[in-house]
């Protein structure tokens, strides 16, 4: 059974990026995989932002990321980019962190002039790390994500692509050797 974690990189307790990453995790989980929720925001801000690896919340971050066979990146987009927040723990990885790893980049914006913020900027960085496999990125509007009741609603016009986008990671995941670093299995 592959594993996978949503890793998401929105600083607001309130983030619809974030909820989009739990839904996510929920459709993985539902599919029979084993998936997990990182919230980088929870992270110890001394150590994250001082690249301290050692300390307890961040080594076991980056050990599941180690341990995860496909990565979710959710990001909201500011300033044509994704989040400082989501970079700051990426620079903590290992050189060749998503080696063997099936990876979807998804962000979240305001107006779609910020989709091409995903390919220039947070796909290059997935590709960095030695991603075997980055799936088609995927970029939802702000206003198509509403949280009533704490109940999760996607417009229709981004709930099939989104669920599309899924779908691939899916396959892709299937692809994908356990325990493969650089092409050499444990």
């Keep these: 059974m592959s594993s996978v974690l949503v890793i998401s990189g929105s600083p607001s307790r309130t983030s619809k990026t974030e909820r989009i990453g739990e839904h996510i995790a929920q459709r993985i989980a539902a599919s ?28 076991e ?61 947070l796909r290059p960085v997935v590709h960095s790390l030695g991603a075997r496999h980055a799936v088609q990125s995927f970029f939802l509007l702000d206003k198509h994500i509403s949280v009533v009741e704490d109940q999760l609603s996607v417009h229709p016009d981004s709930a099939g692509p989104l669920a599309d986008v899924i779908e691939q990671f899916t396959k892709a995941l299937d692809g994908v050797p356990h325990s493969t670093v650089l092409g050499r299995t444990a």
């Design 61 to 121: 971050a980056i050990g599941k990321v180690a341990e995860a066979d496909g990565v979710v990146l959710a990001t909201p987009t500011y300033k044509a980019a994704y989040s400082g927040l989501l970079k700051a723990f990426l620079d903590l990885l290992p050189q060749f962190g998503f080696a063997g790893k099936a990876v979807l980049p998804l962000a979240t914006g305001g107006t779609v002039a910020h989709v091409l913020a995903i390919d220039y900027a």
């Design 32 to 59: 029979g995989r084993s998936a997990d929720h990182l919230r980088v925001r929870g992270l110890p801000a001394d150590s994250l932002l001082g690249a301290d690896t050692r300390a307890p919340a961040i080594a």
